[in-house]
């Protein structure tokens, strides 16, 4: 079993639609928790961070984090066709600006 | 510069023949990181390199995979004897040394095909 696991999709939704992406995770020692988005040919960029359990806001954009289950999620409201990319979750134990542990990732595509 | 700059952004190399790419981080951080994206396999960490400390090493693959970074900023990550296999796209990335401000700032990679 990976230390992270995610969903490889794809996902297609139409314009406007509430998405829901998630990972699971095995290594209790997890404390950082990220969600990066890949566009194509380019490197991923950090989309939200989460400090341990809880929820996390910003926009269209809600970062979840259940601890106890092992399993985090990102909700994306009002999905706009800039949305499109693929979405990676990451994880570490000892910081946000260390070594990450990443899922495979998960490519949307938010259909005009 | 305003991000971190890959270099090659492409590289085709014959299986045995040994490349090197290049990575100039954002002035200023101290952490520089290099990972591995393959088809269908998510990012995989290589090597990650923190101020004066011994760089951490535990991702490289195999002893044709080293790295060095120079004075605290540029970085080169060379591949000996290349295998199809290392066939990917190598992502640099930078951030600052505080573990509570999140997240690196990637580069755009290098794709690095051996054929």
């Known amino acids: 079993q990976k230390e992270v696991e995610q969903d490889p999709g794809p996902l297609s939704v139409p314009e406007g639609a509430i998405v829901s992406l998630n990972c699971t995770y095995s290594n209790s020692a997890f404390q950082y928790f990220m969600w990066y988005r890949q566009y194509s040919r380019k490197g991923p960029e950090l989309l939200m961070y989460t400090y341990s359990s809880g929820n996390k806001e910003d926009g269209r954009f809600t970062a979840q984090v259940d601890k106890s289950s092992k399993y985090i999620s990102l909700f994306i409201r009002d999905s706009q066709p800039s949305d499109s990319a693929t979405y990676l979750c990451a994880m570490s134990n000892t910081g946000a600006n260390s070594k990450l542990t990443f899922g495979k990732g998960i490519t949307l595509s938010v259909r005009p | 510069g305003a991000g971190v700059s890959q270099s090659p952004s492409n590289k085709v190399t014959e299986k045995g023949k040994d490349v090197e790419l290049r990575c100039d981080p954002i002035?200023?951080?101290?952490?520089l990181y290099w990972y591995r994206q393959s088809l269908g396999q998510g990012l995989e960490f290589l090597i990650y390199f923190q101020g004066n400390s011994a760089p951490d090493k535990s991702g490289l693959p195999s002893d044709r995979f080293s790295a060095e970074r120079t004075g605290g900023s540029v970085s080169t990550l060379t591949i000996q004897r290349t295998q199809q296999e290392d066939s990917a796209v190598y992502l640099c990335?930078?951030?600052?040394?505080?573990?509570?401000?999140?997240?690196?700032?990637f580069g755009s990679g290098t794709r690095l095909t051996v054929v």
């Open positions: 002035s200023g951080h101290t952490a």
């Open positions: 990335a930078s951030s600052f040394a505080d573990r509570e401000v999140g997240g690196y700032t």
